[in-house]
């Protein structure tokens, strides 16, 4: 609060009282310094893979390109940080749209165990390569939700991503679907992973935020994963959450208005 202080004089008397106004400038400033962090957070993610590019990309002008086996290594750190950078710029691009409400969703009729096989499938690779076994549940009485399509598909996408890379080899998913009596839709995916120190669980969907960040850039993460998951869920009306254990695993809920066909809440 900023406080700004007018002295009323009368006449004779000199100083008859102060008028005091109270400014609430909180708001605006938090706004302001929340602005000024993200674009740092930018630059920074985006300055990093962009040196190492430069550096490997002039070791490789420095003669290691007439060594084949080292240029190869080269080049291929160079690709993965551009794959890493485009990732990051496509984040940026999916949370500009899902800021502020001001998102339209192109909500459709969705078949639900349809929407949740589907991104099984496209983690399949993935679920394989580290022999992770996920598993889909859905209520019987749930079968087609309106909803945006391709925005909870980005959201099943990013926890389902999260639930295989924060899992060890060997380990569970499952993602489950169900009414909560509310008139709501509550989909958890819940893994078997590494978990979340409970002093970390509040700023986990701060944009950039990691617990671990060598092993989410290891991962290829981006931090921008569940900011972009709680942006779309907003838009939508509804809210996400996360609980976890260390060692045991953690579970992310997406709870959804269940709308008619046609009207959107307000
Ligand atoms: P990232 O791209 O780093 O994965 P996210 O926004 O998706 O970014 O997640 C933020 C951080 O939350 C991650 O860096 C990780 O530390 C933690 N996290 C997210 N999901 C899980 C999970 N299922 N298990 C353990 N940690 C997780």
Not at 82 to 108: C, G, K, N, P, Y
């Amino acid at each position: 609060v900023r406080v700004t202080l007018t002295p009323i004089r009368s006449r004779d008397k000199g100083v008859a009282g102060v008028i005091a106004v109270l400014h609430d400038v909180t708001e605006a400033e938090k706004l302001e310094q929340s602005r000024r962090e993200f674009v740092a957070n930018v630059s920074h993610e985006l300055r990093t893979p962009l040196t190492t590019i430069k550096s490997y990309a002039e070791a490789l002008d420095d003669g290691a390109k007439e060594e084949p086996e080292l240029a190869g290594r080269f080049v291929g750190v160079i690709r993965s940080e551009t794959e890493r950078m485009i990732r990051l710029v496509s984040d940026l691009l999916h949370l500009s749209r899902f800021d502020s409400r001001r998102a339209q969703l192109r909500r459709e009729m969705t078949d639900l165990s349809e929407m949740l096989e589907e991104v099984v499938d496209r983690f399949s690779f993935q679920l394989r390569q580290k022999d992770i076994m996920a598993t889909i549940d859905v209520a019987p009485n749930l079968n087609t939700v309106w909803l945006d399509r391709d925005g909870i598909d980005q959201v099943l996408d990013n926890l389902v991503s999260n639930a295989i890379k924060y899992t060890l080899e060997g380990g569970t998913i499952l993602i489950s679907a169900a009414g909560n009596g509310a008139g709501q839709l509550v989909i958890a995916v819940r893994d078997t992973g590494i978990g979340i120190p409970k002093k970390d669980l509040e700023r986990i969907f701060d944009r950039f935020y990691r617990v671990d960040k060598a092993r989410s850039r290891n991962m290829g993460g981006t931090g921008l994963g569940l900011s972009i998951a709680r942006e779309i869920v907003r838009a939508h009306g509804g809210t996400i959450s996360l609980d976890s254990e260390v060692g045991i695993g953690s579970v992310v809920t997406v709870t959804l208005p269940i709308v008619q066909e046609g009207s959107e809440p307000a």
